[in-house]
């Protein structure tokens, strides 16, 4: 990594001579560099966990009822948005949200009612949202993060799944395929842990590409991260997926929460004892999920 930052150092000293739209590539370069290695290590790092972590005995655990465990660590300046089926936090810079959490329960996996497939301004966004114009033409998806298949139960949460502040770009390639796959997943597990605790969102970083007349931003990553919180078999997993098209396995992409806090910068699930966030949240076992 400091070989690229000397690197990149020594061309900002030469930006003088460069037009401006090959500095801004340079700089652009650079984060893709820097979020590329970030990613590299925090992979390497996970196969420590694993290999220190998988002996824990997570099933001494005690689980005790917490009032909307899902929702991360927020602070006075956040503004909360609640909908029937999922929370966020919207992030005007990016015109969308950076996360959205939600409860996922047994019965709730059951689909009474059909997708709207009409995309609407999300009314309690009072700077606005992101448009129809802003995707047309993009060649990217109105991808969801909680997705529409995990609303089904209720006509209201179906409908507001397809606000804009749900909605992130992604390829199609992304949100049709590998996305869709762990969506489908998540869903089995819900069923086979009768409820699970789910945060998603894009990684919001700056100097992204945009969208549309307001600027939406494109991620280069999105996450994912899910909580069991019931005995015996209390786990968490996480996810972070390059927003492109991939036939890998999904547990390839499989890390703890704690990568996931360390690459976006959220703190998931602060409403659990310190040493069952500590515990839960370094340990990655694969093998406890189907």
């Avoid at 990016?94 to 409860?103: D, F, G, I, L, P």
Wanted: aromatic letters at 10%; one cysteine or more; proline letters at 4%.
């Amino acid at each position: 990594m400091c070989l690229y930052l000397r690197k990149f150092m020594s061309l900002r000293t030469t930006k003088t001579t460069l037009g401006s739209h090959q500095s801004s590539k340079m700089r652009k370069l650079f984060l893709n560099i820097v979020t590329l290695i970030f990613i590299g290590g925090s992979v390497l790092s996970q196969k420590k966990v694993k290999t220190e972590t998988n002996s824990i005995p997570l099933n001494n655990i005690k689980a005790t009822t917490i009032y909307k465990l899902e929702i991360p660590k927020t602070n006075s300046k956040n503004i909360i948005i609640s909908h029937t089926g999922y929370t966020l936090l919207y992030d005007e810079t990016h015109e969308q949200s950076s996360w959205v959490a939600y409860e996922l329960t047994n019965a709730e996996t059951n689909k009474i009612y059909d997708r709207t497939d009409k995309f609407i301004p999300d009314p309690k966004v009072k700077e606005g949202t992101a448009t129809d114009k802003d995707y047309a033409g993009s060649g990217y998806d109105r991808g969801h993060l909680a997705p529409a298949s995990d609303m089904g139960w209720s006509a209201t949460a179906m409908t507001e799944s397809f606000y804009y502040s749900n909605m992130s770009p992604q390829t199609p390639s992304f949100n049709r395929g590998v996305w869709k796959r762990l969506e489908e997943l998540v869903r089995t597990w819900a069923i086979e842990n009768n409820s699970i605790y789910i945060v998603t969102g894009p990684v919001l970083l700056a100097g992204l590409n945009t969208i549309g007349s307001n600027k939406v931003s494109v991620p280069n990553y999105f996450y994912k991260v899910i909580l069991d919180y019931s005995e015996p078999s209390i786990k968490g997993i996480g996810f972070i997926i390059p927003n492109t098209g991939s036939s890998e396995p999904l547990q390839q992409f499989a890390v703890s929460i704690d990568s996931v806090e360390k690459f976006t910068a959220i703190d998931f699930f602060p409403k659990l004892a310190d040493e069952q966030e500590d515990l839960i949240e370094k340990t990655l076992c694969i093998k406890c999920w189907s």
